[in-house]
T-cell receptor, first 115, second 110 residues
Framework: EAEVAQSPRYKITEKSQAVAFWCDPI?????LYWYRQILGQGPELLVQ????????DSQLPKDRFSAERLKGVDSTLKIQPAELGDSAMYLC?????????????FGPGTRLLVL | KQEVTQIPAALSVPEGENLVLNCSFT??????LQWFRQDPGKGLTSLLL?????REQTSGRLNASLDKSSGRSTLYIAASQPGDSATYLC?????????FGAGTTVTVRA
């Protein structure tokens, strides 16, 4: 069964360092999402891609976060510089298209700890 | 802005008891509602998806109902097992965006 792949699974970094997360969606899925889940809360959308284009990045802290999906397949989310409040689970999801009835399939997530 | 609330935040039951998890949302103009399971430190596993035109969905011991007009959904898990221990999240989709509740953490005691 096809799955969304993410790496690394865990990342510990120091404040002010740069970190990057990678996501490989299910093959053929045009829509890719990055979510942030703070402990004890539900995931919140950071950015949505349709192919290589950003559809929604309204909740992305653009002063320190960036996301790209250059060839419309895999994607990278970067934080520079990392802050203590960035400690969270970063989840990637993909769907076949952006239609409302499409199911989003989630990856295993990257757990980030900023010290 | 869509607000999704899940009550209770945590639940502990003995094995074999039926589980009832509640989810409420503020804007009834949704396309669908989805229930997810999340094990500690893991990603999300989709359990059930209910389209806005549907009243319920069933999968094995799981049954989810949707009352869109009142902004409520309930997830029933029959004959709970220790393996059902996890956090259960509901999420509603409106205008292409998925909004999540904070989840209900379930512990099933053997």
């Amino acid at each position: 069964e096809a799955e969304v792949a993410q790496s690394p699974r865990y990342k510990i970094t120091e404040k002010s360092q740069a970190v990057a997360f990678w996501c490989d969606p299910i093959s053929g899925h045009a829509t890719l999402y990055w979510y942030r889940q703070i402990l004890g809360q539900g995931p919140e959308l950071l950015v949505q891609f349709q192919d290589e284009s950003v559809v929604d990045d309204s909740q992305l802290p653009k002063d320190r976060f960036s996301a790209e999906r250059l060839k419309g397949v895999d994607s990278t989310l970067k934080i520079q510089p990392a802050e203590l409040g960035d400690s969270a689970m970063y989840l990637c999801a993909s769907s076949l298209e952006a239609r409302p009835q499409e199911t989003q399939y989630f990856g295993p997530g990257t757990r980030l700890l900023v010290l | 802005k869509q607000e999704v609330t899940q009550i209770p935040a945590a639940l502990s039951v003995p094995e074999g008891e039926n589980l009832v998890l509640n989810c409420s949302f503020t804007d009834s103009a949704i396309y669908n509602l989805q229930w997810f399971r999340q094990d500690p430190g893991k990603g999300l596993t989709s359990l059930l998806l209910i389209q806005s035109s549907q009243r319920e969905q069933t999968s094995g011991r799981l049954n989810a109902s949707l009352d869109k007009s009142s902004g409520r959904s309930t997830l029933y898990i029959a004959a709970s097992q220790p393996g059902d221990s996890a956090t259960y999240l509901c999420a509603v989709k409106d205008d292409y965006k998925l909004s999540f509740g904070a989840g209900t953490t379930v512990t099933v005691r053997a």
